[in-house]
């Protein structure tokens, strides 16, 4: 029986399946995108991917609206985000291959489409602190769907601290604005969050945590 | 200061800093059970020979396979609930059958932890070990361990039967049980017992070293098959190859080696991370008044091309999601929409989508929107949201949407506009599929392989023709030399003549009408080919209130055997059977039924279920069927009994999709308790829309 299992689960997850459907929904994949998985010579050859300059130039010129560039500390790969909704404070920002990146106030509010995503993010007090330049304490709490899928809520306690003013050229985008650091320790979590914020408030250049499977994410505006 | 300041630097020169942090989110232990380090070779949680008192995860289904000598065992075990574990086996015992060949045999074991380990209290159990055989493992026990320091355990306890089998004291003589099945409950806990003892010691990381005192003398290996027992002392070493897999190696009894390969799946720890999709789009917050003084006035409805324009809409974005609309009712302030979910387990994360969709599209005097789910043609339940409070709660916690959310019985009236160009729908598909021999004592296990071509034909909501059809590319199932002996009507028991065939077997060729007679009612009447060995007529009725724990349903069947070629004949035996059943959603993903009623050979009885599912969409349950045949006239095991899975396709992946991979394990199956296995029972089309599981799975919603 332990054969059985094991060899018909390995069969149903390597193999798939191919279907089609009038309906035009064809959630396995089509029998074309099937047939063409094993077809030889459908692979792609690996490119070197381009520098954050090229990339963040190339956004610029190829995305209306606004855009920001986000890199994944534990992977390094760097992605464009293009703005697809605005809703009050909170942007939603898609890459081109649909993964996405939610802000509120320029703090991560929520990812969706990589695996492990940050649901939602209560940033409301930090917030507050951050784009108005001044340092205290507030609670956060980030919002994740535990292995069995039920929501489970990681509430912290942050502290905000002001540092310097600078000026400095990103990806050949030149940016000045105060360092905001932010501490934050609780359900086993200690993070490390910091921001370039503008004397309008507005984050230009922040790195955040979004969560124990995507680690940190700097993310770049490039246009507001 | 100066330190925190200078993340600042790291992100200037965007500097990547692999690794991740260590992390632990578990909520302070309160009464958390005491989970095993290792596993022994009975498959559950143990030394080596010897268990333990600790069990393996909530959920953990851990397949292993150990071998000694020639003789060798297949342990599958399930931690069903938090506490208990249990275990089926197989095993092929060199020289132990009558004839001094090998002995084919299988055993349950169930084991239970009666208390978890806390301060200074070690962790206590009991169990039975092939607690229904009669054979040659039977054995029960009670044993405490106890942590001694962050990697040392030790266990001790006291066995009875096998167990109680080398330096024993007292009990008298074991009473001897039946062999034939059922559960012996005359020996156990009965005769001499003996102690036994053991250490584990977690060396580091993918290391533990075991090592025991056995209270097992191997009698039987001794005296039929020369084992060598010159010590009470067992020693073993665990590596972990990885999180899922180990190996594992023991010295035995000072003479022999044996070795074991464990591959533990735990529903909480998926292979790949979940959610690797699409970003659903974002909601779309409506201008304000005077930016769109007709939309706000709801003047537009005079409009006669607004109406189809907006169901195009919503229709493509909709099928780019994955997700069909089958129709939908449009007035100046509010929306109802009928959606079929094609590709997100959790119907939560469907609804959803199609929400925030609706807010993109419709103009902005529409503000109550309300999303009704189809399954087979049936609207199951419909969930209502005012739209300022999408707008207000988009990507805040889950709970606060549901709490502004109305959950209730879908509309079966009304206006609604069919989406144009859906039906007739045909769908089809090619699969790999597997196909196993039943296990047999004392016979070899025979498979196939091949492809199943399945199409689906929906003629009109609710009316859906459908068939599947098998072709063998390699196996040897043909080659099986059982045949049945079995002294009732060979409902079941004739299966290997069945699966002999496999050129071209029909599966299935039915048509199948599904429908909402009355108020919390759903309805199914199937014709036809119903399943591998019979066809015939199948009418169900389910009364399902959306927000009640308790459903009643009835089932009546006419049915005819069908030829073993799985072409278009028939065999002489046909009969009527049907049930009673209720089912109940207990909360957190438990759910029980109980069907009364006939059964193929035309037994009486009734069986009972338990289910428990979890939010990703596993589930583990249980069954038993009791009827009036005798255990004689069933065979081995004395009555009708298995295991369920189903595991999820987008749990191994981490990718949307509906698929399952869903085995039922029964160690043997008879003639008795059988009942025709027709696809699309309405309890399972709709329990997944209804409240208890759309609260279960709400977590998704803004996904």
């Known amino acids: 029986m332990s054969r059985s299992l094991l060899a018909a689960l390995a069969a149903a997850v390597a193999l798939g399946a191919c279907t089609s459907d009038t309906a035009g929904v064809s959630p396995g994949g089509t029998l074309k995108a099937g047939l063409a998985r094993v077809m030889p010579g459908s692979r792609s050859a690996p490119t070197a991917p381009p520098s954050p300059e090229v990339l963040a130039q190339a956004a610029l010129s190829s995305v209306k609206g606004p855009v920001m560039l986000a890199t994944f500390e534990a992977s390094g790969a760097t992605m464009v985000f293009g703005m697809v909704g605005e809703n009050g404070a909170m942007r939603s920002y898609n890459s081109p291959d649909q993964r996405g990146i939610v802000l509120r106030n320029g703090l991560l509010a929520a990812t969706r489409g990589f695996g492990q995503d940050l649901m939602s993010a209560s940033t409301e007090g930090v917030a507050q602190l951050v784009t108005a330049h001044s340092a205290g304490t507030a609670e956060r709490v980030q919002r994740y769907l535990d292995g069995d899928g039920t929501e489970r809520p990681v509430p912290m306690r942050c502290t905000v601290t002001i540092g310097q003013p600078v000026s400095q050229t990103l990806s050949g985008i030149a940016y000045s604005g105060v360092q905001v650091a932010e501490h934050c320790e609780g359900s086993g979590a200690v993070v490390d969050n910091g921001y370039l914020v503008s004397a309008e408030g507005r984050v230009l250049v922040s790195r955040q945590w979004a969560g124990p499977g995507l680690g940190y994410l700097v993310i770049q505006s490039l246009r507001n | ?703």
């Open chain 2, 1 to 703: 200061m100066a330190h925190k300041v200078s993340k600042i630097a790291q992100i200037s020169t965007l500097a990547l800093i692999a690794g991740s942090l260590p992390m632990a989110f578990e909520s302070p232990a309160h009464a958390e059970p005491t989970i095993g380090w290792s596993l022994g070779t009975y498959g559950a949680p143990g030394l080596i020979d010897m268990p333990t008192a600790e069990v393996n995860k909530d959920g953990e289904l851990v397949a292993s396979v150990y071998g000694y000598g020639k003789s060798g065992r297949g342990n599958f075990s399930f931690q069903i609930a938090p506490q208990l574990t249990a275990v089926l086996r197989v095993s092929n015992e060199d020289g132990l059958a009558d004839d001094g060949g090998a002995l084919r045999d299988r055993s349950f074991d169930l084991h239970w932890q009666v208390l978890s380990e806390e301060g200074m209290r070690p962790a206590l159990a009991i169990g039975l070990r092939d607690l229904m055989g009669g054979g040659i493992h039977g054995s029960e026990y009670i044993v405490a361990t106890k942590t001694l320091n962050p990697s040392l355990r030790g266990t001790v306890g006291l066995g009875w039967g096998r167990l109680g089998s080398e330096g024993s004291f007292g009990g008298g003589t074991r009473p001897v049980t039946d062999p034939t099945g059922g559960l012996n409950t005359e020996a156990w806990f009965r005769g001499p017992a003996a102690v036994f003892a053991g250490l584990a010691w977690q060396a580091n990381d993918k290391l533990t070293l075991k090592a025991e005192y056995s209270s097992d003398a191997y009698e039987a290996e001794t005296a039929a098959a020369g084992f060598d027992r010159k010590s009470s002392l067992n020693f073993g070493a665990d590596y972990k190859i990885n999180s899922m897999v180990k190996l594992s190696g023991y010295y035995l009894a000072g003479s022999e080696v044996g070795l074991q390969l464990t591959v533990a799946l735990d529903p909480r720890h998926p292979p790949a991370p979940s959610g690797l999709e699409k970003a659903p789009l974002p909601v779309r917050p409506r201008p304000n008044p005077a930016a769109d003084p007709d939309g706000w006035s709801g003047a537009w409805t005079a409009d006669p091309t607004a109406q189809p324009a907006i169901q195009t809409a919503v229709a493509d974005a909709l099928r780019k999601d994955g997700q069909i609309l089958d129709s939908m009712q449009l007035s100046a302030d509010s929306v109802n929409v009928r959606v079929r979910n094609q590709i997100y387990a959790a119907p939560p994360q469907a609804i959803g989508h199609t929400a925030r969709v609706l807010t993109r599209a419709l103009p902005p005097s529409v503000e109550t929107i309300t999303v009704t789910q189809i399954s087979n043609g049936m609207p199951t339940s419909s969930v209502t949201f005012r739209r300022s409070d999408l707008e207000r709660l988009e990507n805040t916690q889950a709970g606060e949407i549901l709490a502004a959310a109305q959950i209730g019985e879908a509309e079966t009236a009304g206006a609604y506009v069919p989406t144009e160009g859906l039906y007739p729908r045909l769908q089809f598909g090619l699969r790999p599929y597997a196909e196993f021999s039943t296990y047999e004592k004392d016979a070899d296990l025979y498979a196939d392989m091949g492809v199943q071509l399945s199409a689906r034909y929906e003629i009109m909501p609710g009316l859906i023709l459908s068939g599947a059809v098998n072709q063998k590319v390699f196996g040897n199932l043909d080659e099986q030399t059982k045949v049945s002996t079995s002294t009732v009507p060979h409902v079941r028991s004739d299966i290997a003549e069945y699966q002999k065939h496999g050129d071209l077997a029909l599966q299935r060729l039915t048509l199948a009408w599904y429908g909402r007679p009355a108020e919390n009612l759903y309805s199914r009447v199937t014709v036809g080919y119903l399943e591998q060995m019979y066809g015939g007529v199948s009418g169900e009725i389910l009364w399902k209130p959306v927000d009640s724990r308790l459903a009643l349903g009835g089932e009546l069947n006419w049915v005819k055997q069908r030829d073993y070629d799985q072409r278009f004949e028939f065999l002489d035996y046909d009969t009527l059977s049907g049930h009673l059943s209720a089912y109940y959603d207990f909360g957190s993903g438990v759910t029980g039924s109980v069907d009364v009623g006939r059964y193929l050979a035309e037994d009486w009885g009734a069986t009972f279920s338990v289910d428990r599912e979890l939010a990703n969409g596993w589930s583990v349950g249980a069954f038993a069927t009791v009827t009036d045949m005798s255990s004689d006239e069933f065979g081995p095991g004395a009555f009708d009994k298995g295991v369920k899975l189903r595991i999820p396709l987008s749990w191994a992946t981490g990718k949307p999709s509906l698929a399952t991979f869903t085995p039922t394990i029964r160690p043997y199956v008879g003639d008795g308790g059988a009942r025709v296995d027709v696809d699309g029972r309405l309890y399972e089309s709709v329990r997944k829309t209804h409240m208890g599981a759309l609260y279960q799975d709400w977590g998704r919603f803004w996904r």
